[in-house]
């Protein structure tokens, strides 16, 4: 299969703005699906409401374009219905860890076989550019136009304090990363998390003086460290990047299947 | 032949369960709330012993989504809640209304608004059932007064949902969700089934999941099948696609309002009680129904022409099947739990609103046949 496979040629072209970084995160993650060999009948893809969430519309999948913040609910009713299907929900940040925190939590501290990626650009790109729970301590948006008040939520920290068994994190940047990281989170048994910091130019760039995609993509390169690299401890302010945790735990439909059995045969 | 039936002493809440494992459930998803609880415990029980998935949500929106996403693989999926879940989920209601996702939506009403009187009853909801979610859509809503209606209806809420691919709301109250009664538990086969409608476009062939067939209706393909399509919340076009050409939004607006609108007839529920010489008709639903229709064998009994319509089916309101009934009436008098919501819809149905009254009881407590007798004598001019 080539990626092109996994488009819906007719739904093209696609909504975001020029420099998006999302577009990269879409195309990487089907050189993942394609790697993996994956039968389109098997996928679905849950989303949610916002830029990065008009992501499932464009790909030849079942394609479940839901409610602001709650994709994580409507995938686990629907993989707990069919646990053999392979359920991926694109999110935003405000998307996941905003309106739709609660249910980012649940579904990691089930642990149920769901990949979730988040594609975090630091703003609310679709309504225009108010701030997110990871817009940053004073940055700027159209509602933080004094600076931002609050820190950000730390994404792979929250999803290991929840009860995600794998976590990783990458960037635009690292295009073939993004590729290999949803490829290893696809084919983890229980709730995986993919954190791929994605540029906004137009807004979260344009109002905090950043820079166009290229220069926002530079930032990502400079500013970045592999996990465990010494210049973390240098510099603390650099984003560690890499694969934070994989676990191998009770999956919830796994765990789901004996309950059957018990309730069956007990 | 009742005689070798199986014979059941339960909670109507019980009652919704074991219609509903009747119906064909394969999935449950909700969360705690009094006074409905007992559904989602009882299904926490029976559903793994049948193969089916219980699942509790983190909350009642996840609960209602949880159950889209399951009905959206070909599972008969619903939820059960009360007061502020029922508030909570109109959101995801409304999504299964646009995307349109059969499921059923248990309301056990009690005392509100918010908190209110939790566990206390109530039938304050049935305008939110009709209303609760944003836009212009049509749904529909059943009830009932009692455990052999309850299984019906129960059973009919997920044939309507199926018939019509739309969420269908099972609105009872706390009385009828906790009182016990007997059921005669129909055998398998007494009651039709409606199964879902299953595309039978082939592999490879262009399908249109929201192109409508002549009859209105959709056949659908399971998740995880040979179609792979959208479904979105956006207005979207027979593809699934999302659009905002005004046509499309035009046509699909008029679908999902007309696929209802134009059935009120198939969908109406009613019972009627000595309504053919009635000067005065009682119209009532769920629990108080019961009250009313005590009221309406007493004075009977002492030769009053009295008469009971009662609706099971609220929404679409049967407004042709009220009409009639209350031509002859001299006057109607409804009683519910609430202040007036269903009064209204019998005002505007009916040729004289004017002699309209209503009996109602809004403090929690189980409405009496003193509180209808007392307004039938003020209509009378006789005093209390």
């Known amino acids: 299969m080539s990626i092109k496979d996994y488009v819906r040629e007719r739904f093209l072209p696609h909504i975001w703005c020029p420099g998006c970084g999302h577009g990269m995160v879409m195309n990487n993650m089907l050189r993942a699906m394609a790697e993996l060999q994956i039968n389109k009948n098997n996928v679905v893809m849950v989303t949610g409401i916002g830029c990065s969430s008009r992501i499932s519309g464009y790909l030849d999948f079942h394609t479940l374009h839901t409610l602001h913040g709650r994709a994580l609910a409507f995938a686990t009713g629907l993989k707990l219905s069919r646990p053999e299907l392979t359920v991926v929900v694109p999110m935003g940040d405000g998307d996941a860890l905003a309106i739709g925190g609660n249910h980012f939590i649940h579904a990691a501290r089930r642990n149920i076989g769901i990949t979730a990626i988040i594609m975090n650009n630091s703003i609310y790109g679709m309504t225009g550019g108010q701030f997110s729970p990871s817009t940053g301590q004073g940055k700027k948006a159209t509602t933080a136009p004094y600076g931002n008040i609050t820190e950000s939520f730390d994404i792979v920290a929250l999803a290991k304090g929840a009860g995600a068994s794998f976590i990783a994190r990458t960037t635009t940047y690292h295009v073939a990363s993004v590729k290999n990281l949803i490829k290893e989170a696809i084919g983890h048994k229980g709730f995986s998390v993919v954190e791929i910091l994605s540029q906004c130019p137009t807004y979260f760039g344009r109002k905090n003086k950043i820079g166009d995609a290229v220069d926002m993509l530079t930032y990502y390169k400079d500013n970045t460290v592999a996990i465990g690299s010494p210049k973390k401890a240098e510099n603390p302010a650099l984003i560690e990047k890499g694969i934070f945790l994989r676990e191998e735990r009770p999956e919830y439909c796994s765990e789901y299947a004996k309950i059957l059995e018990k309730a069956q045969n007990g | ?384």
């Open chain 2, 1 to 384: 032949m009742d005689k070798q039936k199986k014979t059941l002493f339960l909670q109507g809440n019980e009652v919704c369960v074991e219609a509903a494992l009747y119906a064909g459930l394969d999935f449950y998803a909700g969360y705690p709330i009094t006074p409905s609880t007992e559904i989602a415990e009882l299904l926490a029980v029976r559903l793994p012993k049948k193969g089916g998935k219980f699942i509790q949500m983190e909350d009642e929106i996840a609960s209602m989504c949880a159950v889209i996403g399951a009905s959206l693989t070909g599972n008969k999926s619903m939820t059960a809640t009360s007061g502020p879940g029922f508030s909570l989920k109109q959101e995801a209601i409304g999504y299964a209304v646009m995307a349109e996702v059969p499921c059923v939506v248990v309301n056990v009403q009690r005392g509100g608004p918010s908190t209110g009187l939790p566990t206390k009853v109530s039938q304050g909801d049935v305008m939110q059932a009709r209303w609760g979610t944003h836009g212009d859509h049509s749904v529909i809503a059943l009830t009932a007064s009692n455990h052999q209606d309850l299984f019906h209806m129960t059973v009919e809420a997920f044939n309507l949902s199926e018939t019509y691919r739309t969420p269908v709301i099972l609105l009872f109250d706390e009385v009828v969700g906790h009182m016990r009664e007997r059921l005669i538990l129909p055998e398998p086969g007494e009651i039709p089934l409606v199964q879902r409608l299953r595309t039978s476009v082939k592999e490879g062939t262009d399908y249109h999941p929201y192109l409508p067939r002549e009859d209105g209706r959709l056949p659908m393909s399971d998740f995880g099948g040979v179609h792979r399509y959208n479904v979105t919340g956006l207005v979207h076009d027979m593809w699934g696609f999302p659009s905002d050409d005004a046509k499309v939004a035009y046509g699909l607006i008029h679908h999902l309002v007309d696929k209802i609108e134009n059935n009120v007839k198939a969908i109406t529920k009613i019972k009627e009680y000595y309504l053919d010489d009635a000067e005065c008709v009682l119209i009532s639903y769920g629990s108080s129904a019961r009250t009313a229709r005590h009221m309406v064998e007493n004075r009977r009994a002492r030769g009053d022409r009295i008469g009971l319509l009662e609706l099971q089916s609220l929404w679409p309101f049967p407004v042709q099947a009220v009409r009639e009934r209350c031509e002859k009436a001299r006057y109607v008098l409804v009683v519910e739990m609430n202040m007036g919501q269903i009064l209204q819809e019998v005002k505007k149905a009916v040729k004289n609103p004017e002699k309209v009254f209503l009996a109602n009881r809004i403090d929690g407590t189980f409405i009496s046949p003193t509180d209808i007798r007392n307004v039938f004598r003020l209509i009378q001019g006789k005093g209390v």
